[in-house]
């Protein structure tokens, strides 16, 4: 009999893709009846594992593995098992998470200059997003009696705050932002009106790592009596020390008179484990709107900061070591790093290739754009080069946000020789579909949004299964 190999479908090729594993590990449907030795577990993960970060550790990645120390992981790794197990709504038997907690809090306010430590551990930025926008939507209701909430966003601030609003009955107001891709203050200001719950800034945006004129809004939230969120879910762990170091960092923190609340995630240039960001308020009186507190339940008095219920003390532990154990020298030697490494990236983008515009000026990450070429074409190019890069929209750019692997010797100039290469290629390829912007096609198409939004819902539907047959 002869046995021809079926050609490899499209699908059996998104598959692989997907499921890369399917091919090479058990796939468990079903609770193994005898459990698998340890051994045989810890090697396939470590398998796994050492395949996945070789990516990251490459220096090719923009954002995603901040630190990219593998011994700063192991100490966090080791700190984290020793209270893996515990949880910190347990205060009784776990008051170590109260110091823990209390503390990366107590550092955090000092480095933003917050008059005093208020403020929460959470589990991401989202998270802290999301519970910020919650005690703005209760202060409003409470002393407001404001029933029909409403946002005021820069259209650059992050997607969770959306994510967040949606789930809230918030509207969402977009502000624009002007030239300098940062928000329109005056446009800012005719979009609020008497159910304005707060206004939101960042240092910086995701997007382009840009800081919202942060003190204009400062004055705009005081002057109409609302709330102003800075995120600094990306800048915050970074800016201070870019400011200590002497660059150009305009005011963004606690030292703004109007800010009241900032979110910072310490699992980005915090260098935590993945899991931990800081949310801060400036007086406990807003904080205390996020507090749940029931009295009538059978289980008993529960008491909660927010929405999580268990969360292991790991986390928190592991998050205090990594502040205390960088320190402030071991965080600005770090800034130095990235903030130089970023210089020499914008600088040669800016003298050496004319086809590509830098958007504004920012401090740890580079996006770009083109009126030459398509850049969705040219990540194509980085990608096959081994980069990788994210890919934005309205308008089309890319980013490059700067982290420990990116510090390497020789990443920046090899970044810089590739990104030529993917120019030329865009430049040769005028016209053609590009496959990394295939996606963002559908936004295009009459009832593009609806289609592309189904598309993005089968993908997850797609991503929460074991792995197909082979
Ligand atoms: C990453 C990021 C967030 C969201 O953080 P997650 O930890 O991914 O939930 C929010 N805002 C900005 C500016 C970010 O860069």
Request: contains cysteine; charged residues 20%.
């Amino acid at each position: 009999m002869s046995q021809e190999a079926a050609p490899a479908s499209d699908l059996d090729r998104m598959l692989d893709d997907l499921f890369p594993y399917r091919r090479t590990t058990e796939t468990f449907r079903l609770i193994p009846d005898e459990g698998v030795g340890r051994d045989v577990l810890l090697s396939e993960v470590a398998t796994m594992a050492t395949a996945e970060d070789a990516r990251g550790d490459s220096g090719r990645v923009s954002g995603s593995l901040y630190s990219g120390d593998h011994e700063h992981y192991h100490f966090l790794a080791q700190v984290f098992e020793h209270f893996a197990h515990a949880n910190v709504l347990q205060r009784d038997m776990y008051p170590s998470a109260t110091k823990f907690e209390g503390e990366i809090l107590a550092m955090t306010a000092d480095l933003f200059h917050s008059p005093q430590p208020v403020g929460v551990v959470t589990s991401g930025g989202s998270d802290s997003l999301v519970h910020a926008l919650y005690a703005y939507r209760e202060q409003a209701r409470v002393q407001r009696d404001v029933r029909m909430p409403n946002v005021v966003l820069p259209i650059t601030a992050h997607v969770a705050l959306r994510k967040g609003a949606h789930w809230m009955g918030i509207e969402v107001r977009d502000a624009p932002v002007d030239g300098s891709f940062t928000v329109d203050v005056p446009a800012m200001a005719s979009l609020m009106d008497d159910n304005t719950i707060a206004i939101v800034g960042s240092a910086g945006d995701y997007a382009h790592g840009l800081i919202d004129p942060i003190e204009r809004l400062g004055e705009l939230a005081q002057a109409r009596g609302v709330g102003l969120h800075v995120d600094g879910c990306l800048g915050g762990f970074l800016l201070p020390w870019a400011e200590a170091l002497g660059y150009d960092v305009p005011l963004w923190d606690f030292r703004v008179p109007g800010v009241t609340s900032i979110s910072a995630d310490t699992h980005k240039y915090g260098y935590a484990l993945k899991g931990t960001s800081v949310l801060l308020y400036r007086d406990a009186a807003l904080r205390s709107q996020q507090w749940f507190a029931s009295t009538d339940w059978p289980g008993g008095l529960y008491l909660s900061p927010g929405l999580a219920g268990s969360r292991s003390g790991g986390l928190i532990a592991s998050t205090w070591a990594a502040m205390v154990s960088i320190g402030r020298d071991g965080y600005l030697a770090r800034a130095d790093s990235i903030l130089t490494t970023n210089s020499v990236i914008q600088q040669g983008i800016r003298d050496g290739l004319p086809e590509l515009t830098v958007i504004g000026d920012p401090l740890f990450m580079t996006s770009f754009m083109s009126d030459d070429v398509d850049v969705y074409l040219v990540n194509d190019s980085l990608k096959s080069s081994g980069w990788r890069m994210n890919a934005l929209q309205l308008p089309p750019s890319l980013h490059f946000c700067i982290t420990g692997p990116n510090t390497q010797p020789g990443v920046a100039q090899d970044f810089l020789a590739d990104l030529r290469v993917a120019v030329d290629y865009a430049l040769a390829h005028r016209g053609e579909p590009a496959v990394s912007g295939a996606m963002y096609g559908f936004g295009a198409m009459p009832d593009g949004d609806q289609t592309l939004r189904s598309v993005m819902g089968g993908v997850l539907d797609a991503m929460h299964v074991a792995a197909p047959e082979v």
